[in-house]
């Protein structure tokens, strides 16, 4: 995810708590919901979309967003995002799986590594019956990645806004409000 880095800077009798204030608010009316957007934009076309939240973590570390999926569909897109590996398939409620038997350069996917997304998903072939299949797996799509990479330098900027609106505040307060 993000991070943002800090420049130090000094001053006297600096009440921290500002800071906070004017970070934890600028995550919550801007941040979180540009993320969540996003990542929603991912699963725009899914049929079992996931739901997602957001999560913010600030500490002596740093200042952490985490997005991650929820609901009943989250596992999709963990299978989706960091990918599987070879695994063989047997039927659950049938005695046989149907299966599309696929050529090279017959299936499409919907998603492909690094965050691109938007194809048909849509799989062409001889249609077969077997008792069990053998999954040949799937690369890791990243999508965390991509939108992490994407968002960092806007990240950056929104958080540096957020600390100089801070520093405008402390300032404003140390000098008696601003009307002498």
């Avoid at 249609?127 to 965390?144: C, K, L």
Wanted: net charge positive; aromatic share 10%; hydrophobic share 30%.
């Amino acid at each position: 995810m993000p991070k943002v880095l800090f420049r130090q800077f000094r001053t006297r009798k600096i009440n921290l708590s500002d800071f906070r204030q004017e970070v934890e608010a600028t995550i919550e009316r801007k941040t979180k919901p540009e993320l969540l957007s996003e990542f929603g934009k991912v699963v725009d076309d899914w049929q079992h979309k996931p739901e997602f939240r957001a999560r913010k973590v600030i500490n002596t570390k740093g200042l952490t967003v985490y997005v991650f999926a929820s609901g009943e569909n989250a596992s999709i897109w963990k299978y989706v995002s960091l990918g599987t590996r070879p695994h063989p398939i047997f039927p659950r409620r049938a005695r046989v799986l149907k299966e599309c038997r696929r050529r090279p350069g017959s299936y499409k996917p919907k998603t492909w590594p690094r965050g691109n997304y938007g194809g048909p998903g849509v799989a062409t072939g001889d249609v077969v019956y077997r008792y069990h299949v053998n999954h040949p797996g799937n690369a890791p799509r990243d999508f965390e990645g991509a939108i992490g990479e994407k968002y960092a330098p806007i990240f950056r900027r929104d958080m540096e806004n957020a600390i100089r609106r801070a520093i405008r505040r402390i300032k404003r307060g140390q000098n008696g409000g601003g009307n002498a």
